[in-house]
């Protein structure tokens, strides 16, 4: 086989595996989702909040002079409002399944949805 | 006296590289976010200089260019944060290309594509650290796809611009 041959087969091949790599992650994620019972609001990465998914609820997390508003409806959490650059945290869709997560890079703020049994470890 | 002025065109095009990886990065910060819910998607533009250098010149070039465009951008654009997480990508993104350059199995796209892929790693890398949080694990498995999209235009291109680049002889 000419070299160009042998590397187009190659990079083929390197696709391939990294599709098949992210594909059994999302299958190994999406086998380990279920629907969760509380969000846990980490600061820094410290657990600073805890909230049932049951409950509608408004609240404000405040990072020093950073907010971000947390609201959870009809067991949703979302992040409806707030003051980082990117606002990517409020873009993102609601979570209610356990290890999803909305992260705001710039406060430093994740928002998780944990189940009510293991409390330390989300997901293995 | 020949090789002195080879010597002047190369760090001559070295500073054209980065110049241009410079307003390839600030165009790619104009461009609006893809899909907003994964952070991270995004074209590597400057990546096409890298591989250009990479192949063109040498491993110690691009290493040069690469740093020297990430201080840039750090400087005009960014904070200590935002290198962290650049460093962390370029460094691995360009090590990966350059192992896989040097075995010589795969082409332009197949080390470009590694380049960007390895890039999301490398930041990923850093946010499952600095936020302590696992779960932001997930979202290589889109960018894994993103990045191998992304990884098969900038081959490509790098791959165009490398037949002329040899025609100047550096």
Redesign the interface.
């Known amino acids: 086989m000419c070299p160009?041959k042998?590397?187009?087969r190659?990079?083929i091949l390197?696709?391939a595996v990294?599709?098949a790599?992210?594909l059994i992650?999302?299958l190994v994620?999406k086998s380990t989702m279920k629907t969760g019972d509380y969000v846990t609001v980490?600061i820094?990465?410290?657990e600073k909040y805890r909230y049932s998914l049951s409950e509608n609820i408004q609240t404000d997390i405040i990072t020093g002079e950073n907010t971000n508003r947390l609201v959870i409806d009809g067991g949703k959490a979302y992040i409806t409002e707030a003051d980082c650059p990117?606002?990517?945290c409020v873009?993102?869709?609601g979570i209610s399944k356990t290890?999803?997560?909305i992260?705001c890079?710039p406060h430093?703020v994740?928002v998780?949805v944990v189940s009510g049994e293991d409390e330390a470890d989300?997901?293995a | 006296m020949r090789s002195m002025k080879t010597q002047t065109k190369r760090l001559t095009f070295l500073g054209i590289a980065v110049a241009i990886a410079l307003v390839l990065s600030y165009i790619e910060m104009l461009l609006p976010p893809i899909w907003s819910a994964v952070p991270g998607i995004k074209a590597g533009l400057p990546n096409i200089v890298i591989i250009l250098v990479l192949y063109g010149l040498s491993l110690k070039d691009a290493a040069a260019v690469s740093l020297v465009r990430l201080a840039l951008v750090t400087l005009l654009f960014g904070n200590a944060m935002t290198l962290l997480y650049s460093l962390a990508g370029a460094v691995l993104s360009l090590g990966i290309m350059a192992i896989l350059k040097k075995i010589n199995s795969f082409s332009v796209v197949g080390v470009s594509i590694a380049g960007a892929v390895f890039h999301n790693l490398g930041q990923i890398i850093v946010a499952i650290i600095i936020m302590q949080t696992k779960e932001i694990g997930y979202y290589m498995i889109v960018l894994a796809f993103s990045g191998t999209i992304a990884g098969i235009f900038v081959g490509l291109l790098g791959g165009i611009l490398l037949k002329y680049f040899k025609r100047l002889k550096l």
């Open positions: 160009e042998r590397r187009l190659n990079d390197l696709i990294i599709f790599v992210a992650g999302f994620f980490s820094d990465g410290v990117d606002k990517i873009g993102h869709r290890g999803e997560t992260v890079l430093k994740v998780a989300i997901i």
